[in-house]
Protein backbone atom coordinates (compact mmCIF):
# COMPACT_ATOMS: atom_id res chain seq x y z
CA UNK A 1 0.00 0.00 0.00
CA UNK A 2 3.08 2.64 0.40
CA UNK A 3 3.86 2.57 -3.30
CA UNK A 4 0.81 3.28 -4.58
CA UNK A 5 0.54 6.00 -2.04
CA UNK A 6 4.28 7.34 -3.15
CA UNK A 7 3.34 7.30 -6.82
CA UNK A 8 0.34 9.36 -6.71
CA UNK A 9 2.56 12.33 -5.48
CA UNK A 10 5.00 12.02 -7.66
CA UNK A 11 2.73 12.65 -10.31
CA UNK A 12 1.04 15.36 -9.52
CA UNK A 13 4.76 16.73 -8.81
CA UNK A 14 5.84 15.79 -12.29
CA UNK A 15 3.52 17.92 -13.91
CA UNK A 16 3.97 20.73 -12.15
CA UNK A 17 7.42 21.41 -13.48
CA UNK A 18 6.29 20.49 -17.08
CA UNK A 19 3.79 23.26 -16.76
CA UNK A 20 6.42 25.72 -15.50
CA UNK A 21 8.49 24.76 -18.24
CA UNK A 22 6.21 25.65 -21.09
CA UNK A 23 5.31 29.15 -19.36
CA UNK A 24 8.77 29.53 -19.55
CA UNK A 25 8.91 28.51 -23.16
CA UNK A 26 6.04 31.22 -24.22
CA UNK A 27 7.63 34.07 -21.91
CA UNK A 28 10.93 33.17 -24.04
CA UNK A 29 8.68 33.57 -27.23
CA UNK A 30 7.01 36.53 -26.14
CA UNK A 31 10.65 37.96 -25.64
CA UNK A 32 11.89 36.47 -28.70
CA UNK A 33 8.83 38.78 -30.50
CA UNK A 34 9.22 41.67 -28.34
CA UNK A 35 13.02 42.01 -29.56
CA UNK A 36 12.23 41.07 -33.25
CA UNK A 37 9.66 43.98 -33.05
CA UNK A 38 11.95 46.26 -31.63
CA UNK A 39 14.58 45.31 -34.21
CA UNK A 40 12.20 45.86 -36.69
CA UNK A 41 10.87 49.20 -35.43
CA UNK A 42 14.28 50.58 -34.82
CA UNK A 43 15.09 49.78 -38.95
CA UNK A 44 11.97 51.47 -40.14
CA UNK A 45 12.89 54.35 -37.95
CA UNK A 46 15.66 55.14 -39.30
CA UNK A 47 14.67 54.47 -43.01
CA UNK A 48 12.08 57.11 -42.19
CA UNK A 49 14.28 58.90 -40.60
CA UNK A 50 17.08 59.17 -43.74
CA UNK A 51 13.72 59.53 -46.51
CA UNK A 52 12.90 62.74 -44.23
CA UNK A 53 16.48 64.04 -44.83
CA UNK A 54 16.24 63.27 -48.52
CA UNK A 55 13.15 65.42 -48.80
CA UNK A 56 14.32 68.51 -46.88
CA UNK A 57 17.69 68.26 -48.82
CA UNK A 58 15.91 68.15 -52.53
CA UNK A 59 13.16 70.61 -51.59
CA UNK A 60 16.47 73.18 -50.37
CA UNK A 61 17.95 72.25 -53.58
CA UNK A 62 15.38 73.07 -55.84
CA UNK A 63 13.93 76.24 -53.75
CA UNK A 64 17.75 77.45 -54.64
CA UNK A 65 16.67 77.54 -58.24
Same mark, same amino acid.
Given at each position: ?????????????????? #?????? $???????????? &? /? !???? #?????? $???????????? &? /? !???
Amino acid at each position: MDSPSTDLPDQPVAEVPD #KKSAHR $LSLTRIDKRFTA &L /F !SILA #KLFFIV $LIVLAMVVVTRE &L /F !SQE
